[in-house]
């Protein structure tokens, strides 16, 4: 494992992460069956929204970089969204992303990950930081 790692967005759906930071934004009109799911995802939830948020986290010797589809800023919690397509999960994915909000906010904070294709949200119990160090070492 090299000491700086980076998570990315497979091109399968990068094209659906542009069209939700861009309705974020700019309120983007949707074009197809995924893109108005994400439009009613979106308009649902609460809080501040904060779309493609960069991070960085520090775990032991690695460094972990990466972008998280969206985060929404509620009075009492921090909401972390994954945008997915199908049956894929990252729980190591989702538990980077958790700690690396964690330690940039004083709310508790809730890890999700929301299937596009079925309009589903599932929320992710994330591994403790060892099991993180764990993973990215093997």
Known sequence: VTPTSDLETSGVSEGYHEFAEDFVRQGATPEDEIEKNLVGFIRGLEGDLEPEKEF?????????????????????EIQIYDYKLGNTESLLQLSIYHHAVDS???????????????????RIEPMDKKEIVDQLRN
């Open 56 to 76: 960085i986290l520090p775990v032991e010797n690695l460094t972990v970089r990466g972008r998280i589809d969206l985060i929404a800023k509620c009075d009492d």
């Open 104 to 122: 940039f906010y004083s709310r508790p904070v809730e890890t999700n990950i929301y299937r596009m294709d079925t309009d589903d949200i599932h």
